[in-house]
């Protein structure tokens, strides 16, 4: 964990601020003091802190927070500065951006279209492709490359991308630019190193493969597909795939040191892998849908056998199709995190209990700050063991 060094007075002066919560059902105020006060029965040095010195002391400038239970939004709030050099407070509707954990809400768009008969799992994805095509080699003669190997990880894909993004004024490149490692690409072209389902290898070039897939079948613009089948039946408002939301509106990133970086944010032609800006009252909407979905024959937007792809691992490695399965005891959850320059994010859910967390910070330090208030939380409610970021 970085350690704290000097703060911004502004930073300092304005962090401890927090918005109210919204959604508050009578019962959320003692869980919510429990989180944000000194962990009495906990003996790390950072147990010692209240939760906005805790921020101060990771240097963290804006948290916001939001917490599902008994399959509902139990309460959500928000903590400290969007941005430090204004002092502009952060509020629950404040949108961050969700890096890697674009990609299980992508998944959710891909088994919309696999419901509707246009994509499916399990078939070559170069049927479906027509602006691209992965090469036909030794290694998928006997298993081609699919859609759920490509959202589970499991495809063969060899590149381990992690997408730095582009400065808001960059050219930017085209799916399929990205995908052959072409100016003005700044990655390396999606190569292939293994038959599919042969090993688990993280891979953000196997998603951008799916974001065109998904663009080719429906011939729209990847942003307004998510729009359609995802954020608007979801009523997820604060969320868009877009490239720049209004900046009143967005939590600015920032450094290690809780420093404001060079540019607002960067921008992430990777849309399917990197580009979702949303809160996490928007994105305990997405947990709740899978786990109404998990128990009964149909949610808003999918049913049962689509939620049960989304967390059912495959042949290898801990992947559904979307989202990280993990099993600790007798207890399943499901949960993805996310990484884009100046922005941590990262949510769970229980497969059939009806709970969960999602935490969002603008800061390159903020998963050592969400380690910590994933455990506050799951200590406040007495939730089963936590699954791990």
């Known amino acids: 964990m970085t350690k704290a060094g000097l703060l911004l007075p502004l930073f300092s002066a304005f962090l401890v601020t927090a918005a109210p919560a919204t959604l508050p059902p009578g019962d959320a105020a003692p869980f919510i003091a429990r989180i944000e006060a000194v962990q009495t029965a906990g003996k790390g040095e950072f147990d010692k802190l209240t939760l906005p010195a805790l921020m101060l002391q990771l240097q963290v400038p804006g948290l916001s927070i939001a917490v599902v239970k008994d399959f509902k939004i139990h309460w959500a709030k928000a903590y400290g500065l969007a941005d430090v050099s204004s002092g502009r407070l952060l509020d629950t509707n404040t949108r961050f951006q969700a890096a890697s954990i674009s990609k299980p809400v992508t998944a959710m768009a891909?088994?919309?279209?696999?419901?509707?008969g246009q994509l499916d799992l399990?078939?070559?994805?170069?049927?479906?492709?027509?602006?691209?095509q992965i090469p036909v080699s030794e290694m998928t003669r006997q298993q081609s490359v699919t859609a759920r190997a490509l959202f589970s990880h499991t495809s063969g894909a060899d590149d381990g991308f992690g997408f730095p993004g582009y400065a808001p004024q960059a050219a930017l490149p085209t799916v399929v630019q990205i995908l052959n490692g072409q100016?003005?690409?700044n990655v390396g072209k999606v190569l292939f190193a293994r038959a599919p389902y042969a090993e688990y290898k993280y891979s953000g070039g196997g998603?951008?493969?799916?974001?065109?897939?998904?663009?080719d079948l429906c011939r729209c613009a990847f942003a307004q597909l998510m729009q359609t089948t995802v954020l608007t039946p979801l009523q997820m408002a604060n969320s868009a795939f877009e490239y720049?939301?209004?900046?009143?509106?967005?939590?600015?990133a920032h450094d290690e040191q809780g420093k404001r970086m060079p540019a607002p944010w960067h921008l992430y032609p990777e849309m399917a892998a990197a580009a979702l800006w949303t809160t996490p009252t928007d994105l305990a909407k997405f947990i709740i849908e899978l786990q109404t979905a998990l128990r009964t024959e149909k949610g808003q937007l999918l049913s049962r056998q689509s939620?049960?792809?989304?967390?059912?691992?495959?042949?290898?490695?801990?992947?559904?199709v979307g989202l990280k399965i993990e099993q600790l005891g007798k207890e399943q959850y499901f949960s993805h995190s996310g990484a884009n320059w100046g922005y941590r994010a990262w949510m769970t859910g229980h497969l059939n209990k009806g709970y969960g967390m999602i935490i969002m910070t603008?800061?390159?330090?903020?998963?050592?700050?969400m380690n910590q208030l994933a455990d506050r939380i799951t200590n406040a409610y007495g939730?089963?063991?936590e699954s791990s970021k």
């Open 383 to 385: 939730w089963d063991a």
């Open 110 to 116: 891909a088994m919309r279209m696999v419901e509707a």
């Open 307 to 320: 939620a049960t792809e989304m967390t059912t691992p495959v042949r290898v490695g801990q992947f559904a």
């Open 362 to 369: 603008n800061s390159d330090n903020g998963m050592a700050l």
């Open 207 to 215: 998603t951008m493969i799916m974001q065109q897939a998904m663009m």
């Open 183 to 185: 100016a003005p690409s």
């Open 244 to 252: 720049m939301p209004a900046a009143q509106s967005a939590a600015l």
């Open 122 to 132: 399990d078939k070559d994805i170069n049927t479906f492709l027509t602006s691209w």
